[in-house]
């Protein structure tokens, strides 16, 4: 079956510019995670989806950072006003919760690169 | 108190042999500890997971040895082959929270 989907792979953009990243989710998959991976910060959680609610947005590094997620299915990650330590690769997973629904699956990410 | 302690942080071993990757914790209500496998270019691969309650899990050549007194967990990978080459990263999480604290990540080369 389909795994994580995100577009775009790759995305340069201009320091100031507004990005936004997207993530499919695995089907039925009802929790979705939002992760960034960068060399001096290794993995780091953003926000947790369940549904379409986002119970934990403790790791949102800024208010330049949101999220949002339509239909319980389809999340989007928007940076506003990038800047350059912003650079990183953003990764998603979904999982399917209660039972033994613990497992994230992730997506392949979106590298950002803030010029 | 969030933090996963991943050593070490490179490992060359030979074709074969086996590769050890170890973890420590110090948050007692984390409740499940993954462990990922990546490549460049991609995203993290569920490899194995385990829970508390036991003290090994195995699947084929990747097996966790879990101490739950001393807060630490390890990744074996039996009979190395060059196509393990990655990075592998522990994790944790707890019910409560769901979101992973991910380790610092340990490349590893397995040499033919």
């Known amino acids: 079956g389909a795994g994580v989907s995100q577009s775009p792979s790759n995305k340069v953009t201009e320091k100031g510019k507004d990005v936004e990243l997207r993530c499919d989710p695995i089907?039925?998959?009802?929790?979705l995670y939002w992760y960034r991976q960068s060399l001096g910060q290794g993995l780091e959680f953003l926000i947790y989806?369940?549904?379409?609610?986002?119970?934990?947005k403790s790791g949102l590094p800024s208010d330049r950072f949101s999220a949002e997620r339509t239909g319980g299915s389809v999340s989007t990650l928007t940076i506003q006003r990038t800047q350059q330590e912003d650079s990183a690769v953003y990764l998603c997973?979904?999982?399917?919760?209660?039972?033994?629904?613990?497992?994230?699956?992730f997506g392949d990410g979106t590298r950002l690169s803030i010029l | 108190q969030q933090q996963v302690k991943q050593s070490p942080q490179s490992l060359i071993v030979q074709k074969g042999g086996i590769s050890i990757i170890n973890c420590a914790y110090e948050?007692?209500?984390?409740?499940?500890f993954p462990w990922y496998q990546q490549f460049p270019g991609k995203g993290p691969a569920l490899l194995i997971a385990?829970?508390?309650?036991?003290s090994e899990k195995k699947e084929g050549r990747f097996t966790i040895s879990f101490n739950k007194s001393a807060k630490q967990f390890s990744l074996h990978i039996m009979d190395s082959q060059p196509g393990d080459s990655a990075t592998y990263f522990c994790?944790?999480?707890?019910?409560?929270?769901?979101?992973?604290?991910f380790g610092s990540g340990t490349r590893l080369q397995v040499q033919p």
């Open positions: 997973a979904s999982s399917l919760e209660g039972g033994g629904g613990r497992a994230q699956h």
């Open positions: 089907s039925g998959h009802t929790a």
């Open positions: 989806f369940q549904g379409n609610s986002a119970p934990d």
């Open positions: 948050n007692t209500a984390f409740d499940y």
């Open positions: 385990i829970r508390p309650d036991v």
């Open positions: 994790a944790a999480t707890d019910t409560g929270r769901r979101a992973l604290t």
